[in-house]
């Protein structure tokens, strides 16, 4: 059986009341229950992490070296500014996937880089919370 990592960033445990204009009205549990639907005809399994705080994240994709076929990240805001968080990403293995709900590239100037993107397998964007799907679906093997 594979086992995949989801992981999510600052304000995401917010889904489903933040801003639903732009992120939909769906929560994390939801984006969860659609990728188990996704992956367990495949013998897929996947945990589901969510933090605020920089470390934790950093200390998750460590711990996820060689345990993971893959990790699903969606990492927020961080995905501008976390040098740390490119860095960890470098030093595992395991392949990451960058998700992002909304299309960062028409939304404001500052969302357009991304620190973490030249270290991640693929990114998807603006696809709402079918990206987290398709990001699974690029893991099974």
């Known amino acids: ?17 933040r801003e ?9 549990e939801d984006i969860k229950e ?15 992490k969510q933090s605020n705080h920089e470390g934790q994240l950093i200390d998750w994709i460590h711990e996820a070296d060689k345990c993971y ?3 699903i990240f969606n990492p927020g805001a961080y995905t501008h500014t976390s040098i740390a968080i490119r860095d960890a ?7 990451v996937i ?3 709900i909304s299309n960062v590239h ?6 357009h880089t991304s620190m973490l993107a030249s270290v991640c397998e693929g990114q ?10 398709l990001a699974a679906m690029y893991f099974i093997k």
């Open 1 to 17: 059986m594979g086992k995949l990592l989801l992981l999510n960033g600052p304000n995401l445990n917010r889904l489903g009341k």
């Open 20 to 28: 639903p204009d732009i992120y939909g009205s769906e929560t994390l």
């Open 34 to 48: 659609k990728i188990i639907a996704t992956i367990e005809p495949y013998q897929y399994q996947v945990d589901a």
């Open 69 to 71: 076929q893959g990790i």
């Open 89 to 95: 990403i470098s030093s595992v293995d395991v392949p």
């Open 98 to 100: 960058e998700v992002h």
């Open 106 to 111: 028409k939304r404001e100037s500052f969302r």
């Open 124 to 133: 998807i964007v603006g696809l709402g919370s079918k990206g987290y799907q």
